[in-house]
């Protein structure tokens, strides 16, 4: 089964490279397709991975910052103003992302 399996990629990885030459061709009329479609498609997806992963490490953040002040109630204070700060550098890379985005646009 693996060794089927091993054959059928590499079939179908052998199909893929030799099609990307057929097409990266322009038609003999110069080629009215344009990359405007992909340019936006990969423009949304990266400010949706970017966003999503932010959400994720910002319920990270929150998530053991209340874990570290429930351990430590002196502490609290501290780990507050160090969860904000964090919070605020996730927050700014996203708000990069989206400036990259639309320059990029």
Do not use: H, W
Not at 11 to 24: K, Q, Y
Not at 52 to 71: D, T
Request: proline fraction near 2%; aromatic fraction near 6%; charge should be positive.
């Amino acid at each position: 089964m693996q060794n089927k399996l091993k054959k059928a990629f590499a079939s179908v990885a052998g199909l893929l490279m030799m099609a990307i030459p057929a097409l990266a061709q322009t038609g003999a009329t110069g080629g009215g397709v344009s990359d405007n479609g992909y340019k936006y498609l990969a423009a949304g997806l990266g400010m949706a991975l970017a966003a999503g992963l932010a959400a994720l490490g910002q319920g990270r953040i929150a998530g053991s910052a209340c874990e570290g002040a429930a351990r430590n109630p002196g502490a609290a204070n501290r780990i507050q103003v160090l969860m904000i700060l964090g919070l605020a550098f996730v927050e700014t890379l996203v708000i990069f992302t989206l400036v990259v985005v639309f320059v990029k646009l």
